[in-house]
């Protein structure tokens, strides 16, 4: 009796995650397909996925227009990487104090840096631009990775993790003759791999779409990222051309799902921490 | 950083000074330039525009022996107003005529010397909106663009509407769209295609809701869209879109006019030259005629849609810089510019010479620009504008009067207005 | 083991200094980070919010209080507040209700979590641009939506959802609510992998059935996570800007039914009109609200164990 009910809700929840997947899938499918279609086709073609006048001819388009394509995928991808490994670093550890040590002023500086996050960056923007600009920073990498090297954000989930984290793991290694700094490294660090992979992924993800950063510091063509060079294709007269922005959104993301499948093994795997020793 | 600014200017001053007392023989001495930089700022355009800049460039480093730079604007307001802040500004850069009033009004532009610049060669209006309140003239146009009317050829044939019979005069077009729409109606199908489109933005409009003397922004700037004349003429227009034939692009889901019209959702339009190369790469297969835009109240109208160059303040190139803006506004560089980008000259000149009358689209085009309202209107248009878009939906629909939905807008605009003074 | 430090003042051991400077020394690099092209930026916003300034020509007027004042007499703030509090009330718990859901069905022991997992990241990766266009055309007047609606017979004819005053926000709502629940799915999920198997196996001996096992586990040991869920999800809406700005073309319409703070913000700093002090006073007043807001959802959400 008891076993029969539970077959029924597991067809409902499953009826319930195809109908959400199918909402959820159809948008970015609708993505992949438009870039292989031409403008008119999009634009009056409405849902469908898949038509007669698909061709490689956006993707042919974008790679040819410039020769400087390969140094910006070369530039996001560095950007990205060395901020994302600056960022996990940054963000545990001063997440980690944040939870797990005590000192004087410590929850002050958690909220001071909650308050940071409360202002909206649309007034930022010049200001940012006018620090960088007296550091002589303006046109260069730095300028992409420095501001963004810590992200008040991720510091916050990482303190909430570990809040969740068996003291019991860390005393024991205690025990055993590891210091602060080892068992930080050693232990914690590995043992929080499912949330600092997900804190990398959207880091990565953060930097490698980072638009306003790469619009406002970098001067020089060669120095553009991904992003910011797709864009500088789009015509700013007669419309949006569709059928090149899909093509250039296809490019752009498809780093991020190869990086997400790789770390999708530590979103799935995870270590299954108990408490006991 | 003060200090170092300030020797800067001195610099650039002595430079000037130098320069105007040899102003005769600079132009002689093209040499002078040569391993010079000059940064330029533009913003993206599309392939033809792309090629015509690159032998623009091509041609004027070979005359003067300086390396040209573009610097590339994707998000151009805000990326120029942190510019002009950090002074990081390119040497010469593209300025649309709508925000020319306020960035004229902070001192960021050199003055242009009207004689120098040949300014007599360009139509009047286009250098109208290019000069600030005190007659100083900061910008030279380089091209311009208008609107005209766009019709289906295959859409009307398919209905048995000939393109003559689209009415001359605004006044006319309620019973002929009326009519239309409803043999469109008949053959596509219930509101699959609209007898036409329109835009309820300032930028379209605003040569209706100004016939006959009235106004939309006051000499002191601010918004009076609820003036009467104002909105007799805006109830001349909810009139016509009640009909249900006149519909906006989004009203079709689609982004502009060019789509809807590229995709066949829509018989007639009123666009600007821009869209003819669209037409004719995206949506080649639309069979389209050209035509002008209809008289309102008998006189005749368009918007005409232009963009300058203007070199900053702080340049150390000033002399590159007009050198630059002497060739691409010059009739070579002019002819392969709007030959190249596909729009219209700026100079009557070398419109004679691109012998554009040969092409009908282009020819309509042409004629639209003595009779088009420029589109600037002083620093405060930009909020009149978003404003009116704000309100004016309510008025089409006829959710509120078009009286009730001008004071909102007025009272909007110029607590905005307000604020910011 | 570790004590919240008391309030009264106190003498530390050896241990405690030590952990003292342990402490900080784990938080400098994002300090000098953050305070440096943060802290810095907000300092010159305040700043800003007490000037009549002109950053072109570097003229500042000082003004006291007036843009402060000016703001609570500005009726168009009242609705851009008002607008931008009602996205956030119906966004927020629709999104973390769901999110937590979603995350403990694909962490239950189902067939194929590994294949969902992947399908439900993917909003997060289709360029904001798309999302718009699919979103608009949907909810277009011949849109799928209303062709939907008109076979259904609920209504008899078309909405015009994205010129209506009263439906416009309400798409954008959709549109925010649907793209952002799958980061936080991730989230969630990332936090149930460490969730030790022996809590579930105990419930399991007691007899608790899925719901119970959710209500009683789930959700308690997922509350710091929940409360990050919680403050991210009320910054961001409330900070919400670029969907409103895409929809209405900047202007906040129709009839001013998308006009929210952020929107404001960007006009007035960007606006042609100089109003740079202004738009820092109304940036920092909504910095405050959201201040408010979010030290009373921490609240309510309970307190938070800490070691």
């Known amino acids: 009796m008891n076993k029969k009910k539970i077959s029924i809700g597991k067809i409902v929840l499953y009826i319930i995650l195809i109908v959400a997947a199918v909402c959820t899938i159809y948008p970015f499918l609708w993505m992949v397909s438009a870039s292989f279609k031409p403008l008119k086709e999009i634009v009056g073609g409405g849902m469908k996925l898949i038509s007669d006048s698909m061709s490689l001819d956006n993707y042919k388009y974008i790679f040819g227009r410039s020769s400087l394509f390969p140094k910006w995928f070369l530039n996001s991808f560095l950007v990205a990487v060395i901020g994302t490994v600056v960022n996990v670093f940054i963000n545990t550890m001063a997440g980690y104090s944040l939870s797990r040590l005590s000192f004087p002023g410590r929850d002050k500086i958690y909220h001071l840096l909650l308050a940071l996050m409360m202002v909206p960056s649309q007034v930022l923007l010049i200001p940012n631009y006018l620090i960088l600009q ?119 993301v498809l780093p991020i799902v190869i990086i997400y499948l790789i770390f999708n093994k530590y979103f799935l795997v995870g270590v299954r921490m108990d408490g006991e020793k | 950083m003060r200090k170092h600014f300030k020797k800067l200017t001195t610099l650039s001053m002595a430079a000037v000074l130098t320069l105007g007392s040899m102003a005769v023989t600079v132009q002689a001495e093209e040499a002078d330039f040569a391993g010079r930089t ?230 007639i339009m009123e666009e600007g030259n821009w869209v003819y190369g669209t037409l004719k790469t995206d949506y080649s297969d639309v069979n389209f005629g050209v035509k002008e835009m209809p008289t309102y109240n008998g006189n005749q109208h368009s918007m005409s849609f232009t963009v300058g160059y203007g070199i900053s303040s702080v340049t150390e190139e ?28 700026s100079r009557a000149a070398v419109a004679d010479t691109m012998d554009i009358l040969s092409d009908p689209v282009w020819a309509v085009h042409s004629k639209m620009i003595d009779v088009a309202t420029p589109w600037q209107r002083g620093t405060t248009l930009s909020i009149v504008d978003s404003a009116y878009k704000n309100f004016v939906p309510a008025a089409y629909k006829g959710e509120t009067g078009a009286k009730e939905a001008m004071e909102q807008a007025d009272k909007q605009a110029n607590s905005e207005i307000e604020n910011s003074i | 083991m570790v004590e919240n430090a008391k309030k009264v003042k106190r003498t530390y051991s050896r241990y405690e200094k030590k952990e003292h400077k342990q402490g900080y020394l784990f938080l400098t ?22 000037h009549k300034v002109n950053l072109f020509t570097g003229q500042y007027e000082f003004v006291g209080l007036k843009n402060y004042a000016r703001v609570f007499q500005d009726d168009i703030a009242r609705i851009g507040l008002k607008n931008t509090l009602m996205f956030s009330a119906v966004v927020v718990p629709i999104q973390t209700i769901m999110a937590l859901i979603i995350a403990a069905i694909l962490n239950s022991k189902i067939k194929g ?53 009263s439906f416009a926000l309400k798409v ?108 820092a006073t109304l940036a920092l007043i909504l910095a405050v609200i959201i201040m408010v807001i979010s030290r009373l959802a921490e609240k309510a959400n309970g307190e938070e164990r800490i070691y």
């Open chain 3, 113 to 165: 979590t590994y294949f969902f997992r992947t399908v439900f990241f993917l909003p997060t990766l289709t360029s904001s641009s798309a999302l718009t266009m699919i979103f608009m055309f949907m909810f277009s007047v011949s849109g799928p939506i209303n062709s939907l609606l008109l076979k259904a017979q609920i209504i008899n004819q078309g909405i015009n959802f994205l010129q209506d005053p």
């Open chain 1, 134 to 252: 007296n550091l002589g920073m303006l046109d260069s990498y730095a300028s992409l990775i420095l501001p963004a090297a810590a992200n008040i954000g991720n510091i916050f989930l990482m303190r909430q993790f570990f809040m969740n984290f068996p003291k019991e793991v860390e005393e024991a290694a205690s025990i055993d003759g590891l210091g602060r700094y080892a068992r930080f490294f050693r232990i914690c660090m590995p043992l929080a791999r499912p949330t600092i992979a997900t804190q990398a992924i959207f880091v990565f993800m953060g930097f490698w779409n980072e638009f306003t950063k790469p619009m406002l510091y970098i001067k020089t063509a060669s120095k553009y990222t991904l992003t910011l060079g797709l864009q500088s294709f789009q015509s700013q007269n007669a419309g949006t051309m569709w059928h090149q922005v899909m093509a250039a959104a296809c490019i752009s």
């Open chain 2, 318 to 345: 000033k002399e590159l810089a007009k050198e630059w803006i002497k060739y691409a506004t010059g009739e070579e560089g002019m002819q392969i510019w709007s030959s190249g980008a596909g729009c219209l000259p």
């Open chain 3, 29 to 50: 690099p994002a300090i000098v980070i953050l305070s440096v092209f943060i802290g810095l930026a907000v300092l010159f916003v305040i700043y800003l919010s007490f």
């Open chain 2, 38 to 267: 000059l940064n330029v700022g533009i913003w993206g355009g599309n392939d033809q525009e792309t090629a015509a800049l690159e032998k623009m460039k091509a041609e004027f480093e070979e005359k003067t022996g300086a390396e040209i730079v573009f610097k590339t604007y994707t998000d151009y307001n805000t990326q120029i107003q942190a510019d002009f802040i950090a002074k990081t500004a390119p040497d010469v850069f593209y300025i649309d005529a709508n925000v020319f009033p306020f960035y004229s009004s902070l001192g960021v532009m050199e003055p242009l010397d009207p004689e120098e610049m040949e300014a007599d060669q360009y139509y009047e209006n286009l250098l109208s909106a290019f000069t600030a309140e005190d007659g100083t003239l900061y910008c030279i146009p380089k091209d311009v663009s208008t609107l005209a009317t766009y019709y289906n050829k295959d859409i009307l044939d398919e209905v048995g509407v000939s393109p003559d019979d689209i009415p001359t005069a605004l006044e006319d077009y309620k019973d002929f769209l009326t009519d239309l729409q409803a043999k469109l109606d008949e053959k596509y199908g219930e509101g699959q295609v609209a007898a036409m489109t329109y835009n309820p933005e300032l930028s379209r409009q605003i040569y209706i809701l100004e016939e006959g003397g009235a106004s939309i922004i006051d000499e002191d700037g601010m918004a009076t869209l609820s003036s009467d004349g104002v909105v007799k003429n805006l109830e001349f227009y909810i009139d016509l879109v009640q009909t249900g034939a006149v519909k906006t692009p989004a009203d079709l889901g689609l982004g502009w006019n060019g789509e809807a019209f590229g995709v066949g959702k829509a018989a």
């Open chain 3, 172 to 279: 954008i709502m959709v549109m925010n609510i649907w793209s952002t629940i799958p980061m936080y799915t991730t989230m969630y999920l990332a936090s149930l992998q460490d969730l030790p198997a022996s809590m579930y196996e105990a419930a399991d001996i007691d007899g608790a059935g899925p719901i119970k096992r959710f209500w009683y586990i789930t959700i308690p040991y997922l509350k710091p996570l929940t409360t990050y869920v919680l403050l991210t999800s009320i910054i961001g809406t409330l900070q919400m800007f670029d969907q409103a700005y895409i929809f209405s073309g900047g202007s906040g319409g129709p009839s001013n039914s998308t006009l929210t703070v952020s929107l404001m913000v960007y006009k007035y700093a960007f606006g042609t009109q100089n109003a740079m002090g202004y738009a």
